[in-house]
C-alpha cells in the first residue's frame, strides 16, 4: 500500500478534535493534530499543529452550533494546507447490539447505529451527526466506524447479561463497555508480550477498569452506559438502584412529566455526581489534590472513595482472572496522579502488588512495581488515534 493520510475524527460535546496520520506499508507517522474547542460557547477555538506542536492554525472564530465547527474542519483540511484525507476514521462510543464490527460507514449503518441512541444519548447523537456531515463535506472519501465497544465484543455471556426482566435485554440492554480503544491500543504497546492475567485501568475524566485474559475482554466495569462501573468526574458509578428510584421520585414531586424528570435523573447521575457530587468542588483530579493539600475534608473523600472502589475492584477481577500477571494504568489520572497511583495500590500487598514509591513519582510511561513485586505495575499512556489508524487500513484492504 502507498502513503494514505488517515483522519481521525473524535468528537465531544463541545469540540471536534481531530488527527492526520500518514499510513503506508507498517508505518504510521503522525502529521498533525487539531480541534474545534468551545461549541456553543463564546469561547470558540480552532487550532492546528503539527508532529512537533508547531501551532499552524491558532484562531478564535465564533462557532455557534457543531455544523459550524464542523466546516470549519473541513475547509482547514481542503485549505491546500493540509493532504486531503483518503479515509476517515470515526470514535465510535457505541453501536449498541447489532454493529459490533468495525466497518465502512454507510447512511443505512448510520441510521441504524442512531436507532440506538437512548443507549448512549450523550455520544451517539453527536457521532451520527458527524458521519453525515463527513459523508457530505468528504465526497467520495471512505468513512470507517471504529466502535469502542468493539473490544469488549469477547466478554462472556455471564459479564454481558444484566439480571433484569428478558423484554428489556431484547431491546439491547446488556453490557457493552467503553474506552475499549484505549484498552485495545494498550494490548497494542504491549504486543508481542501480552501477559496472559492483566488488568487495565483507565482513570481520566471518565473512568473504568477492565480485566483481560490473553489479550481478550473477560470484563469491564462499564455495562449499558458510561455512567456506570467505577466512580469518576461527575458520575455515580455502580450505586444502588433504590437511589436511583429515590432521586427520581424526588425529582417527580416538581416535574410531573416523566421523560423531563429521566432527563434531570440523568443530569444528577451523568453530570452532578462523582468525585464532583462528593467534593462539592470539582470533577478535576488537579483542582482536588490542590483542595486536599490546603485541608479540604470533602475533596478527601471524594477521592478516597475513587481509590477505594478502584481497589475494590481490582480485588474481584483477580479473583475473576484467577491471578494477576500485570497491571497497568493508563488515563488523565492513571498517567500523571502519582499519588492516585499509591494510594489504589497501598492495600493490594496481599495481591502480590507492590509498587516502589520513587519508581512511581513519575509521570507518563513507566514500570512502577518493586523489583519483589509478583505483579508488574505499569503506567502506559493510551494511543486511540493509532488504533483507529489501523482498523482503518485494515478495513481499506
Ligand atoms: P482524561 O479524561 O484522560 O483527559 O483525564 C482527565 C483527568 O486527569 C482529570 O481529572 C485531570 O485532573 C487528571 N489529570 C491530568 N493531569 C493530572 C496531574 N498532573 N495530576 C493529577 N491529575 C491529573
Given at each position: 500500500m502507498s502513503s494514505l493520510p488517515i483522519l481521525v475524527?473524535?468528537?465531544?460535546?463541545?469540540?471536534?478534535?481531530?488527527?492526520?496520520?500518514?499510513?503506508?506499508?507498517?508505518?504510521?507517522?503522525?502529521?498533525?493534530?487539531?480541534?474545534?474547542?468551545?461549541?456553543?460557547?463564546?469561547?470558540?477555538?480552532?487550532?492546528?499543529?503539527?508532529?512537533?506542536?508547531?501551532?499552524?492554525?491558532?484562531?478564535?472564530p465564533a462557532v455557534p452550533t457543531r455544523a459550524v465547527a464542523f466546516k470549519m474542519v473541513a475547509d482547514a483540511?481542503?485549505?491546500?494546507?493540509?493532504?486531503?484525507?483518503?479515509?476517515?476514521?470515526?470514535?465510535?462510543?457505541?453501536?449498541?447490539?447489532?454493529?459490533?464490527?468495525?466497518?465502512?460507514?454507510?447512511?443505512?449503518?448510520?441510521?441504524?447505529?442512531?436507532?440506538?441512541?437512548?443507549?448512549?444519548?450523550?455520544?451517539?447523537?453527536?457521532?451520527?451527526?458527524?458521519?453525515?456531515?463527513?459523508?457530505?463535506?468528504?465526497?467520495?472519501?471512505?468513512?470507517?466506524?471504529?466502535?469502542?465497544?468493539?473490544?469488549?465484543?469477547?466478554?462472556?455471556?455471564?459479564?454481558?447479561?444484566?439480571?433484569?426482566?428478558?423484554?428489556y435485554v431484547a431491546m439491547g440492554v446488556r453490557r457493552y463497555g467503553y474506552h475499549g480503544i484505549s484498552y485495545e491500543s494498550i494490548i497494542h504497546q504491549l504486543e508481542p508480550n501480552v501477559p496472559e492475567k492483566l488488568i487495565v485501568a483507565h482513570l481520566g475524566n471518565g473512568a473504568s477498569i477492565s480485566a483481560i485474559r490473553n489479550g481478550k475482554c473477560l470484563d469491564t466495569s462499564m455495562a449499558l452506559t458510561p455512567t456506570s462501573g467505577i466512580i469518576s468526574g461527575s458520575r455515580t458509578?455502580?450505586?444502588?438502584?433504590?437511589?436511583?428510584?429515590?432521586?427520581?421520585?424526588?425529582?417527580?414531586?416538581?416535574?410531573?412529566?416523566?421523560?423531563?424528570?429521566?432527563?434531570?435523573?440523568?443530569?444528577?447521575?451523568?453530570?452532578?455526581?462523582?468525585?464532583?457530587?462528593?467534593?462539592?468542588?470539582?470533577?478535576?483530579?488537579r483542582d482536588l489534590r490542590d483542595a486536599i493539600n490546603a485541608g479540604n475534608a470533602k475533596a478527601r473523600l471524594a477521592v478516597d472513595k475513587f481509590t477505594w472502589t478502584i481497589a475494590r475492584w481490582i480485588g474481584s477481577y483477580v479473583a475473576e482472572l484467577n491471578g494477576l500477571d500485570m497491571l497497568v494504568f493508563t488515563g488523565g489520572i492513571g498517567e500523571n496522579d502519582i499519588a492516585a497511583r499509591a494510594e489504589i495500590c497501598a492495600g493490594l500487598g496481599a495481591l502480590g502488588i507492590v509498587v516502589d514509591p520513587t519508581r512511581n513519582n513519575v509521570r507518563g510511561e513507566a514500570v512502577i512495581s518493586a523489583d519483589n513485586s509478583p505483579v508488574k505495575v505499569r503506567v502506559i499512556p493510551p494511543a486511540e488515534d493509532l488504533i483507529i489508524v489501523n482498523h482503518v487500513v485494515r478495513l481499506l484492504g
Open positions: 475524527l473524535n468528537s465531544g460535546s463541545s469540540s471536534i478534535k481531530f488527527s492526520v496520520y500518514e499510513a503506508g506499508d507498517g508505518e504510521r507517522t503522525k502529521l498533525f493534530e487539531g480541534a474545534v474547542d468551545g461549541i456553543g460557547t463564546d469561547l470558540g477555538k480552532l487550532w492546528i499543529k503539527d508532529a512537533t506542536g508547531k501551532k499552524l492554525v491558532d484562531e478564535t483540511l481542503h485549505s491546500g494546507d493540509f493532504p486531503i484525507p483518503a479515509a476517515i476514521g470515526h470514535r465510535t462510543v457505541c453501536g449498541g447490539p447489532t454493529i459490533t464490527e468495525n466497518q465502512r460507514i454507510t447512511p443505512e449503518l448510520i441510521d441504524e447505529i442512531e436507532s440506538y441512541s437512548a443507549l448512549a444519548p450523550l455520544h451517539t447523537p453527536i457521532a451520527v451527526f458527524i458521519m453525515r456531515e463527513a459523508l457530505k463535506l468528504f465526497p467520495g472519501v471512505p468513512n470507517f466506524a471504529v466502535l469502542d465497544t468493539y473490544f469488549h465484543r469477547t466478554l462472556p455471556e455471564v459479564a454481558k447479561q444484566m439480571p433484569i426482566p428478558a423484554e458509578g455502580d450505586i444502588d438502584p433504590g437511589i436511583v428510584i429515590f432521586i427520581l421520585k424526588k425529582i417527580a414531586e416538581t416535574t410531573p412529566n416523566a421523560l423531563e424528570a429521566a432527563d434531570k435523573l440523568e443530569t444528577v447521575v451523568s453530570k452532578k455526581s462523582g468525585l464532583l457530587g462528593v467534593s462539592e468542588l470539582s470533577n478535576d483530579m
